[in-house]
């Protein structure tokens, strides 16, 4: 099975500007969540969404929005981006249908704002 | 709300020595509990969850409810251990959350 993957693996952006985010999760995964990884405050969760919903909110401004696909795939856009929203953005992929279960992770989007 | 608390972000060990990594929870249910690691240049994945309590690399973690704690142990630490390591929590499906992490380093 191919693993969870997420394009581009770099981008570099300018203040003001907005990005879009795309992960792919692995086969038969209903269940996309993203978080943002920075060296001062590890993973924060952004989104999940499940069955092309969004299902959990982490707390991110309006500015960070997601939208799933009838095949699963998400994509994670910033709006209007600042120099803080650098970082490491992870998505992970999961069936979707209970508590306790494994988070497949992406090997991330790296954002650079200037 | 979830909160997971990870109080070291570095931890340095020798070879040969005990490593605990220390995870603290906040969470009013019963939440599932996770550790995930993060090697150089690696993705990262799960090391282990507590509802399989099964012992993966020869790390172990005991969920204490009375202390809400979930910390992780192996008694000999080896130098392929060194990883950042991030304690989780999942109180409902889809959403876990995460501690700052931990960066362990075994020295040879």
């Known amino acids: 099975k191919a693993g969870v993957t997420q394009t581009p693996r770099y981008l570099i952006k300018t203040r003001g500007q907005q990005v879009t985010l795309s992960c792919s999760p692995i086969?038969?995964?209903?269940?996309v969540s993203w978080y943002q990884q920075t060296p001062g405050q590890g993973l924060q969760f952004l989104f999940e969404?499940?069955?092309?919903?969004?299902?959990n909110k982490g707390n991110f401004p309006g500015r960070f929005s997601g939208r799933q696909f009838s095949n699963s795939r998400s994509e994670m856009n910033v709006s209007t981006l600042e120099l803080g929203d650098s970082a490491l953005y992870l998505c992970?992929?999961?069936?979707?249908?209970?508590?306790?279960?494994?988070?497949?992770f992406g090997s991330g989007t790296q954002l650079s704002v200037l | 709300a979830q909160r997971v608390t990870q109080p070291e972000k570095l931890l340095s060990v020798f070879k040969g020595a005990p490593v605990e990594l220390k995870c603290n929870y906040s969470y009013s249910g019963s939440p599932e509990l996770f550790w995930y690691v993060q090697y150089s240049r690696q993705r990262l994945q799960l090391l282990l969850r507590?509802?399989s309590r099964e012992s993966i690399k020869g790390f172990t973690a005991d969920l204490n409810k009375g202390e809400t704690s979930f910390h992780l142990k192996k008694p000999f630490a080896q130098e392929e251990d060194s990883a950042m390591y991030y304690c989780a929590l999942s109180g409902r499906a889809g959403k876990s959350t995460f501690g700052d992490g931990t960066t362990l380093t075994v020295k040879p």
């Open positions: 992970a992929s999961s069936p979707g249908t209970g508590l306790g279960e494994k988070l497949f």
């Open positions: 507590h509802i």
């Open positions: 086969s038969g995964h209903r269940s």
């Open positions: 969404y499940f069955s092309e919903t969004q299902r």
